[in-house]
């Protein structure tokens, strides 16, 4: 049995979920947002309240229940408050500006890198150096703020690169020039 699947889910006003023939659909302010789940798995809604329940003891219901817990849980979050994920721009003369629907990034290719904005994502550029993803679905934030990252990852030995807000990267120290060792 899973500890995380046993978890309560809080339903927000504003917020209205919908379990039928497998389809889990969660609407709130912000949008909406569809899942089908996958094995014996039930959701029940009592009052304000949402529960997630493994309907046998099979090792395959039990992998997936605390799984589908989760990600229920975060489609209630995601349409009543979103999720976002913050970039930032390490490099000398490195910058990103948004063109229209497009993010425009120059961090030190010969040409200028375009990244179409997607449907569900908003893109924002509050300064040169920082990028703001944003949207209802947690998975497509992480996978669009991720594809941004491997355009530029940080490399080592100077930091430059595209990187998570606050994230750290190790510094390799440098070549050291032979004089002195024998």
């Not at 998975?139 to 080592?156: C, K, S, Y």
């Amino acid at each position: 049995m899973s500890r995380i699947g046993k978890k309560v889910i809080a339903i927000p006003a504003g917020v209205s979920v919908e379990y039928k023939d497998h389809i889990v659909t969660v609407k709130g302010p912000k949008g909406s947002l569809t899942r089908e789940i996958f094995g014996a798995i039930d959701i029940r809604q009592e009052g304000a309240e949402l529960h997630v329940v493994a309907l046998d003891d099979a090792k395959e219901t039990n992998a997936r229940h605390g799984l589908y817990r989760a990600l229920v849980a975060d489609m209630v979050k995601g349409v009543s408050e979103g999720f976002s994920r913050a970039l930032e721009i390490k490099g000398v003369g490195w910058k990103a500006a948004m063109n229209g629907n497009k993010l425009v990034l120059n961090v030190g290719f010969s040409h200028p890198v375009e990244v179409v904005q997607k449907e569900g994502i908003k893109l924002e550029c509050p300064t040169q150096t920082d990028i703001i993803v944003s949207g209802i679905d947690k998975i497509l934030v992480g996978q669009v703020a991720a594809d941004l990252r491997a355009i530029r990852t940080p490399e080592p030995y100077h930091g430059y690169g595209i990187r998570y807000k606050g994230e750290h990267v190790e510094h390799k120290e440098g070549k050291t020039s032979g004089k002195g060792k024998k």
